[in-house]
């Protein structure tokens, strides 16, 4: 018993490991964005699709993970993931043009997609809901550690290296991740359950699964509520360096107490699940989501330039997404009897489609002031709480 308990510990810290430096792909090349479009010669509009593209990579095979991920098991699907994300990295080290760049960014994208089907299918497999939940946030806040570290790291290199590095230091850690999980990464998929791959019965699969409309709202509430955090993450380059001036530290200082504020989210979270259903934990994370998007209002029309109101607003609104997002996540998967690897599988690729999308249409609207960015937050995080509400009206399947 204590022998398994340690492997299913080392099959975390290698699996957040690895899912930390996926994600630090993306968050330490934000503040070299700008020298890497120099450096091409491509306009700075192309910035924010930067983490657009990044996502379309989990988008353009998230469905098909999911079947794959049933069909073969949890480890060769992470690994065959592991393998393209490490591709990527070479790739984007040697990249010669912006297309060549964003091929790279694309295959770095996957890795989410990967993560979330085979190594998240896998850890709600190993434990029970309230212990999943647990053990999800506990590693959704280690690895919101890389967009608070990624820009820091990223400009550091920079400064001594030049921004190819970046990708080189990314391969590393990804590598070093994937090993450990080569030892450590349980099989969870009982062989008896594995389902042959049918195109026409996993489209049959995913069409019985959007229609539980608690599945459906669920899915599109937790994707505009993503959205909203990646129209930061892709946009803060142009909100604090270009428009309220900041240089490459500065911007990497500021993000540190908006990540912090997700990850001490995620351990209040772990309180009140002891406390409380994981349905109520959710709510009162919606309600500090909300109070962040207030302020972000106030802030925008009577301070506009205020780089402290703005950073409390957005912490505000990621300590708010750190209680949410976890009993959210298992509220939707529980809601349908199918299995998590499929249901896993659509969930993220609505996550990241909505993530994506909202990515590419804030780059185009865009106008280097400040309201157009609160605007555009606003739709947003009113259509995802409209949805949740919706959601909590639908029994589960």
């Not at 120099?38 to 095979?61: H, R």
């Not at 591709?87 to 694309?106: K, Q, S, T, Y």
């Not at 049959?204 to 505009?224: D, H, M």
């Not at 109070?291 to 957005?314: C, R, V």
């Amino acid at each position: 018993m204590m022998k398994q308990n340690g492997k299913k510990i080392f099959f975390l810290i290698y699996l957040v490991l690895f899912e930390f430096a996926v994600y630090l792909s993306n968050d330490m090349i934000l503040p070299a964005l700008t020298n890497v479009v120099k450096d091409f010669n491509a306009p700075t509009s192309l910035i924010p699709l930067s983490l657009g593209i990044f996502l379309v990579g989990s988008l353009s095979i998230q469905l098909i993970v999911g079947p794959f991920s049933d069909r073969y098991g949890r480890r060769p699907t992470m690994f065959f993931g592991g393998l393209i994300v490490l591709i990527g990295n070479i790739l984007g080290a040697v990249a010669p043009n912006m297309p060549l760049f964003f091929v790279a960014r694309i295959m770095q994208g996957m890795g989410p997609c990967f993560i979330g089907v085979a190594g998240y299918a896998c850890v709600h497999e190993l434990y029970e809901e309230k212990e999943a939940v647990h053990v999800i946030s506990w590693m959704a806040s280690v690895a919101l550690l890389a967009p608070m570290m990624g820009p820091i790291l990223g400009s550091l290199i920079m400064i001594f290296e030049g921004w190819r590095m970046i990708f080189y230091t990314t391969f590393i850690l990804c590598f070093i991740g994937l090993v450990g999980l080569w030892f450590y990464m349980p099989e969870t998929l009982n062989k008896t359950k594995a389902r042959p791959i049918h195109l026409i019965s996993i489209l049959k699969n995913y069409i019985e699964i959007i229609k539980v409309k608690r599945f459906l709202y669920g899915s599109l509430s937790y994707g505009f509520l993503f959205g909203a955090l990646m129209i930061w993450i892709s946009s803060s380059p142009l909100i604090l360096q270009d428009m309220l001036g900041l240089n490459a530290i500065e911007f990497s200082l500021v993000q540190i107490p908006i990540f912090l504020s997700f990850i001490l989210g995620t351990f209040i979270l772990r309180y009140l699940t002891n406390l409380l259903t994981i349905e109520r934990c959710m709510f009162i994370g919606l309600i500090i989501c909300s109070f962040g998007f207030l302020t972000l209002i106030g802030m925008t029309f009577l301070y506009p330039t205020s780089i402290l109101l703005l950073i409390i607003s957005i912490a505000i609104f990621d300590f708010g997404y750190g209680i949410l997002a976890a009993p959210l996540n298992r509220i939707v998967l529980d809601s349908t009897h199918h299995s998590k690897g499929i249901a896993s599988a659509l969930f993220y690729f609505i996550s990241f489609a909505i993530g994506s999308s909202t990515c590419a249409i804030y780059g185009e609207i865009y106008n280097g002031k400040m309201f157009s960015f609160t605007f555009f937050i606003c739709v947003i995080m009113l259509i995802s709480f409209g949805l949740l509400l919706k959601m909590r009206r639908e029994k589960p399947e």
